[in-house]
């Protein structure tokens, strides 16, 4: 790769790297009030060496994985960065109340402590007593809070892990059904992937000015962490980091932090943008100037056309200009960079091949550098231009492998290539997804996607973006496949219930001529979710098949 960015041979040197070349730039935590708690990158750095050196004295040893179950804090900075500094494998996890609550997350962290032999679980006190309330003792005995790191005396320290090839950290998958998967991912990986970044957003000429990064994408989701977070630690950009909780109240939140800079980039997945529309953040800014955001990327999750169409007009009062709107394609297992739209020609649709109903997919850029992609069939041979198939990469960024997970490994990395899970095509050498081979609904010999019926009944669901609808089937016998949408609602009076049911039923039959086994409306989230905000398709599938979604409708004879 020929870039301007000049990046260390090790992820531990990074951080060091930016404190000595841009000393004064820094990141900033915002509260919910918007106020800046800032530190620049030699405090940081500062305060990284000193917690890598507490992990040593705590008993932490290079090679053992260190899971930081903490919220967007400078907490989490210094033991993230801490961890990867003395060589541990630091994996970051959703805090208490974003995988679900109670007993449901302690079980799943739980489940990441004993598959991945977690030797520390850095989080807070409240953790360690609800794990102990549980009987979840290998949780409890693990637990370490920074308070007690913070009373410890730094122990001597030095890295022998950061060799390109070694494992630098553990990325954990959306975990759609049961335990996530830990990616292991290389020193020359994410290194290779935040150049190859950085040249596609335009940011590696000498002469372009340095930008503001703002993110409220939590830190434990590739999009934030890698997109974000370690993007512009690589490039010495400041960042402010807005607790998600804070953008979730008051999505506005976020756009008024952006609102602050004349050069500004921030990541968010497709509800984000929506969640803007539905709650008019347009007319709630007043005076707010965002002719200053230059890139304004979209991933994570399917790109709704129509979504970053309304986002741009909602805000062209307050000079966002629809042009900064940068789809892009990328996954955990690909060191998140796959595709970009490096040209920033605004968003651009296709229709998808042979779809019945002329539905448009967004074209998600072409392949970053160094990067393969492949539309194949079920063998692995390629397909055509404007054919959908299998989606697969071949590249720098491609991950080592699942931590500890040998089959998982063997069944996504054939012959070196990953195997993504996704579909698409391609169209003059860029990439459209059009949805995931596991969530592929089989219905009267047609195939579809989920989103497609999701998108309709959100539709009638409202709620800002907030509420979501998750489509899956159910076995029918002779009838075969059998469709069924649930959605997440407000309303608890039984004729609205059943008019809502009624809308969503209409809505989908209308557009798609598909008639619904069921409409299921529960309450406002109760339809499982990753913590990036995924729809969990198959526990959502597995809860109704099992009685276990508490419905607030009554179902349909």
Known sequence: MNTRLSLPTSLDQLLPAAAERRPGDGIAILDRRGARDFRDYRALAAAVERRAGQLVAHGLCAGEPALIALDTSFEWLDCWFGAVRMGALPVAIAPAGAMGSGRAHLDKLHGIVDQLDVRAVIGGEGLRREAAELGLALVADRCVTTAELDALAPAPHENPRSAPDEIAFLQLTSGSTGIPRAVCIRHASILHQLAAITHAMGMDDADTESPHGVSWLP?????????????????????????????????ESWLAAIANYDRAISPAPNFAYQACVERGTGSRLDGADLSGWRIALTGAEMVRPETTRAFAAEHAALGFDARAIRPCYGLAEATLAVTFDSRGLGVRTAPIPGDPTGAEVVCVGEPVIDTLVRI????????????????????????????????????????????????????????YITGRTKDLLILRGSNWMPHELEWRAEAVLGGGGMLRAGAFSVEGGARGELAVIAGETGETDAARLAELAREIRVNVGRELGIALHDVVLVRRGRIPKTSSGKVQRGELRRLYTSGGLERLDEPKP
Do not use: C, K
Not at 224 to 251: C, E, H, K, T
Not at 408 to 429: H, K, P, R, Y
């Open 219 to 251: 830190l434990h989701h590739d999009m934030g962490m890698v997109g974000a977070l370690l993007a512009s630690i690589a490039n010495g950009w400041s960042l402010d980091l807005i607790p998600s909780r804070a953008f979730l109240a008051r999505p």
């Open 376 to 431: 194949t069939d079920e063998h692995g041979d390629d397909l055509p231009e404007r054919t959908v198939g299998a989606v697969r990469v071949d590249g720098p960024g491609v991950f080592a492998g699942y931590y500890r997970n040998d089959e998982a490994t063997a069944a996504s990395l054939i012959g070196g290539e990953l195997v993504t899970g996704d579909l698409g095509f391609l169209q003059d050498g860029e990439l």
